[in-house]
């Protein structure tokens, strides 16, 4: 006989990133190896869901077999352990696609930051999903068979691996439609071999499934149990989200959560409503403890599936929450939707925008009851998505204000880099006299706590916020005002305290500006092109100058940023403003011989200041020295 499956088979390499996240399972999960089941019964319902909407459109995918289930099995003399599905199942390419590589952006910059004793920390899973890959925590070989729903039966695909860097691959036959995985299981894995040890995993961790979970039947006979040819549903098998919530335990809206979001660890919070109206529909939504691996990438898939009368339609569907919210996870089941809703109609319709502007609604109510009831659980919050939130005050105008209300801020109230300030906060300790949010931007903390634009702020111990998040310059340019307050940057425009000066204050800066003038022009133009115009500041008490961008300039941070970023940033010159009091414009007054040098120096040191780039820094050091040469003599 010839040995056909040696002519197809074929052994390929696993990606980078599957090793590292075996690697993971291996040796990081093992305390927690019943999630293994969990993950794999999870896949076999999505696999089941999949197949339902397929079928929508092409009945004759379902076979003549409509009724999707899922099976356990097990084989205590093989020692193995079978999870089976009757959902869509999978073709060659895809088998190599799901079980050999992550497709998915960001994959390797995730590994890549892990640090050794990261590695030992299980909760980071949490970031990225456990998935199939979790089988290999209690199986030393994995044996899936798999034939995609409308194939036909000689395109069946069976994968094999032990875990290692390969995993074998070949065609076969296979007569009905679906997935099967064969765990071999390791020699200490005995008590998985028994049918009270999986139900009772399977209802801890997978009750709210929608499919039947399906097992033989045990009795008991002669002292031990005995398999029966009877089937039994193992699992409630009902939508969980469409039981009242008196009806659901915390510890199932958190493991329904795992299924949902692929997540290790427990949600941070959940909201389960019924909305009912012109629209009619059931929102479960998720707020994660921790954020994706890919949570930067606004092109990745959102995490909420779309029912319609509990038939699942389509997953991550991004209609359904907006851009700055891509960190929730949950359902929505809408009864008012037609069961062949695609993506293209979801774009233009009314009721979706509808469920959209619901959600939204529903998300930032939780957030603001956590911020007001649990501050330290939205601290956690904030630490993980805040930056995301923030997008939202550009993107969601319809919100902006209740989208404020959640931010939080360095300031300089503080000593660290923590932000917990918010905009109500801020103006609850203004001083009398006050009538703006002052905030200052720079690339990282420490050069905004240390920006010279701060002095005059903390002689008169008015407080600053100190924003360094590169999407914060981006967000604040939507963002003008809160609550009849207006936020202005302090390296931007004319520093005008108002009340919080007083008159004689004004009258010294005015003074000295119209004594200086001789000397502002004369270093205007020394510096020629450089700067748009040279002023006396009233901001500096420590330091000689500062740059500043005019009003309707663009700040000088942004333009940093968008260069680094490849993107053209609008020509603009500072304004670079001169501390009249200090010793080194003093010096300047005097100075004839190397008076291009010092105007050219004290330009530079305020670019640095303010975090730039010297265009020239060998000439800078050369002039530098030159001087201190020159001082010398």
Same mark, same amino acid.
């Not at 009806?247 to 909305?275: C, M, N, T």
């Not at 939504?285 to 994706?292: F, G, S, T």
């Given at each position: 006989m010839t040995d056909s499956t040696t002519v197809n088979r074929e052994t390929m390499g696993f990606q980078t990133e599957v090793k590292q996240l075996l690697q993971l399972m291996i040796h990081s999960l093992y305390s927690n190896r019943e999630i293994f089941l969990r993950e794999l019964v999870s896949n076999a319902s999505d696999a089941c869901d999949k197949l339902r909407f397929e079928g929508l459109h092409n009945d004759a995918l379902f076979e003549d077999d409509s009724d999707l289930a899922i099976r356990v099995s097990f084989d205590k003399e093989a020692r193995t352990l079978t999870i089976s599905d009757n959902g869509i199942g999978m073709n060659r390419d895809d088998v190599i696609n799901n079980l050999g590589t992550i497709a998915k952006s960001g994959t390797r910059e995730f590994f890549g930051k892990l640090s050794g004793d990261q590695q030992k920390d299980a909760n980071l899973i949490g970031q990225f999903g456990v998935g199939f890959y979790s089988a290999f925590i209690v199986a030393d070989k994995v044996t899936v068979l798999t034939r995609r729903a409308g194939e036909k039966a000689d395109q069946g695909v069976r994968w094999e691996s032990d875990g290692g860097g390969e995993f074998d691959i070949e065609m076969v036959d296979k007569a009905t439609r679906g997935t099967e995985i064969i765990l071999h299981l390791r020699e200490d894995q005995d008590d998985l071999l028994a049918g009270y040890k999986l139900r009772e995993i399977i209802r801890k961790y997978s009750n709210?499934?929608?499919?039947?979970?399906?097992?033989? @039947? $045990?009795?008991? #006979?002669?002292? +031990?149990?005995?398999?029966? =040819?009877?089937?039994?549903?193992?699992?409630?098998?009902?939508?969980?989200?469409?039981?009242?919530?008196?009806?659901?335990?915390?510890?199932?809206? @958190? $493991?329904?959560? #795992?299924?949902? +979001?692929?997540?290790?660890? =427990?949600?941070?919070?959940?909201?389960?409503?019924?909305?009912?109206?012109?629209?009619?529909?059931?929102?479960?939504?998720?707020?994660?403890?921790?954020?994706?691996?890919?949570?930067?990438?606004?092109?990745?898939?959102?995490?909420?599936?779309?029912?319609?009368?509990?038939?699942?339609?389509?997953?991550?569907?991004?209609?359904l929450m907006p851009l700055y919210m891509r960190f929730v996870r949950g359902i929505v089941d809408s009864a008012d939707l037609p069961l062949n809703v695609s993506r293209e109609i979801l774009q233009e319709s009314k009721d979706i925008e509808a469920i959209r502007k619901g959600c939204t609604s529903k998300v930032l109510a939780l957030l603001a009851d956590m911020a007001e009831k649990e501050p330290e659980k939205y601290a956690t919050f904030w630490g993980e998505f805040g930056k995301v939130l923030k997008e939202g005050v550009g993107e969601d105008h319809a919100n902006k204000d209740k989208i404020a209300a959640l931010l939080r801020f360095a300031s300089t109230k503080a000593d660290t880099n923590e932000e917990t300030v918010s905009l109500k906060d801020y103006i609850a300790r203004m001083k009398d006299g006050q009538d703006k949010i002052y905030y200052v931007t720079a690339e990282t903390f420490n050069a905004a706590k240390n920006s010279p634009h701060l002095e005059v702020f903390r002689k008169k111990g008015i407080e600053v916020l100190l924003l360094s998040d590169r999407v914060d310059e981006w967000a604040l340019s939507y963002l003008t005002e809160f609550e009849g307050k207006q936020l202005a940057s302090v390296a931007k425009g004319g520093l005008d305290l108002g009340a919080l000066e007083d008159a004689a204050e004004k009258q010294e800066q005015e003074k000295q500006a119209d004594e200086l003038k001789p000397l502002l022009d004369k270093i205007k133009t020394s510096l020629a092109d450089k700067v748009k115009e040279v002023r006396v500041t009233h901001r500096l008490t420590d330091s000689p100058a500062c740059l500043v961008a005019d009003e309707n300039d663009m700040s000088a941070n942004l333009a940093r940023m968008l260069k680094a970023a490849g993107q053209n940033a609008p020509m603009s010159q500072p304004i670079l403003e001169i501390n009249p009091g200090h010793p080194v414009v003093t010096r300047l007054q005097a100075e004839e011989k190397h008076f291009d040098d010092w105007a050219a120096v004290l330009f530079e040191q305020a670019l640095l200041a303010e975090g730039g780039q010297l265009d020239d820094p060998a000439t800078f050091v050369k002039r530098i020295n030159q001087l201190m040469l020159e001082m010398g003599k």
């Open positions: 709210h499934i929608v499919q039947p979970i399906v097992m033989k @039947k $045990e009795e008991w #006979k002669d002292g +031990g149990y005995v398999t029966t =040819d009877e089937d039994e549903t193992i699992n409630q098998a009902t939508a969980l989200w469409t039981k009242s919530k008196s009806e659901i335990s915390e510890e199932q809206y @958190k $493991e329904f959560y #795992k299924h949902v +979001g692929h997540d290790y660890d =427990d949600p941070l919070a959940w909201s389960h409503a019924r909305v009912e109206g012109r629209q009619e529909y059931t929102q479960l939504l998720y707020v994660p403890k921790h954020a994706p691996f890919d949570l930067w990438d606004r092109n990745a898939r959102h995490g909420i599936k779309l029912y319609v009368r509990r038939v699942f339609i389509m997953d991550d569907a991004e209609q």
